[in-house]
């Protein structure tokens, strides 16, 4: 048997490199002879495919184009949102008591208090403050803003107090730096200082207006000149999500901030007039209540709005239709199924024939044999996991866009990473089963384990786990090798639940696939001790 599999060496070929192309290529043609095998790859393609298709486009989107009028459905109710200068879809809308700054200058500011109101029902309409509770969201924001424009998605540096995370600098939507902890109270405010010196924005904080700390410093490439620059505030959606085993409910509303400002210095070109109010990004991709003012008294003003400054983020709160890149990939989970299986049994099936000897008298070495057998399979898997992915990209998202969906939009290195990630994803799994069907040696149970171990605790996250027990899992089980599909990073200013089935994970995408390969290797290392140590 094992004569008509081995390759012929090479002249010059080290015997050592010889025996392992001699042990890939019989496995190799032990693979592409069993039809089962190929055909069970073929259906997990196919599988991943149509499933994916399928979520893409189960979507019920309808709207109206204004009041009374036709329901509109499909790509005539996608949202529009602004780009940020990094290129991210982003939410920007807020209150600014703003003035025109020329040149370099800077304001300082004490913020004496920052409150706040918050709808739980999703109330809204002619009156979006009645019925509210009074209490600050975690992320409402009050300070100083520089920005390039009065459009959404502009340039722009802040330096802030928020609700619950002390104060923050942040700038251009998606960075993101802590000052002083704590909130801005009567009894304990913040002092906020911004300077613009060129293209270069500084933000610092004190607690007493004297001593004062660098929060930190970013560089708006191409500032104008002239720039807007004073006061604002803003405050997200106020969402709570409800855990339970087997579902979770998300409920909430819109949000308003109000905060006091007063001790406000300016240098440089400032004009000699009072602060104009403007509700800035207001509409549909914007949301803020609608109601916001300016108040200026001697000494001090009062600024009060709603809304973010943020990128845009799916699952509760998304302000419309959003999705990512990657949901057309959402019936993977079942095609590795089928993968886990042929992969398992692919050790499994020559103990249960007794073929294993034949296989060990032609390629002593055991170890030999485990990498082989773990390289076609993942070889295998790898091409089926690509194609499969690129079928259900090219295929899905169209469908995703027509439905009325807006697709979060992402770099090209970004979906080229997702594609060859998600048929890196596939290999490694596939090798990991290979590994399990090599300790157990019996296909059953194998085959369970294998289930059990890298894709019943993926189900287990999207389905059936609370979101706090969800999170760990897919921090701690093979299943974390699933974020190397995300394509939009988790922003930890974004009031936003970890949740796979809106492409957010708890670990970045290379850290979670690092996690499955960490499981891949200690399931091989424990194969290869078993296989040495074991008879055949």
Known sequence: MSSGLIAPRRPGLRPDRASFAQALRAEWVKFRTVRGWVIAMIVAALITVFLGIFAAGNLSIGCQSRPNGPVLTGRACTPHFPIGPDGEAVVDSYYFAHQTLTGNGSITVRVASLTGLYSSNGKGGQNPLAGMTKGLVPWAKAGIIVTDGMRPGSAYAAVMVTGAHGVRMQDNYVHDTAGLTGQATATSPRWLRLIRSGDTITGYD????????????????????????????????????????????????????????????????????????????????????????????????????????????????????????????TGLFAGLIAIVVVAAMFFTVEYRRGLIRTTLAASPRRGRVLAAKATVVGAVAFVVGLVASVLAITLGLPRQRNQGSYVLPASMLTELRVIVGTAALVAITAVMAVAIGAILRRSAAAVTAAIVVIVLPFLLAVTVLPVSVAAWVLRLTPAAGFAIEQSIPHYPQVSSVISPADGSYPLPPWGGFAVLCAWAVVALAGAYVLLRRRDA
């Open 206 to 329: 004190s607690a007493d207006g004297s001593h004062w700390s660098l929060v930190g410093s970013t560089v708006l490439t191409g500032l104008r000149h002239s720039v807007q620059a004073g006061l604002f505030v803003t405050s997200p959606i106020y969402t709570v999500t409800a855990q339970s085993f087997g579902s979770s409910t998300t409920h909430g509303g819109p949000s308003q901030a109000t905060a006091a400002f007063d001790d406000i210095s300016r240098r440089g070109t400032w004009p000699a007039k009072a602060w104009i109010g403007t509700e800035v990004g207001t509409g549909a991709a914007s949301p803020g209540t609608g109601i916001g003012y300016v108040r200026v008294t001697p000494g001090a003003v009062t600024v009060s709005g709603s809304g973010d400054i943020a990128p845009l983020a799916t699952g509760p709160g998304a302000s419309g239709p959003v999705s990512v890149f990657e949901q057309p990939l």
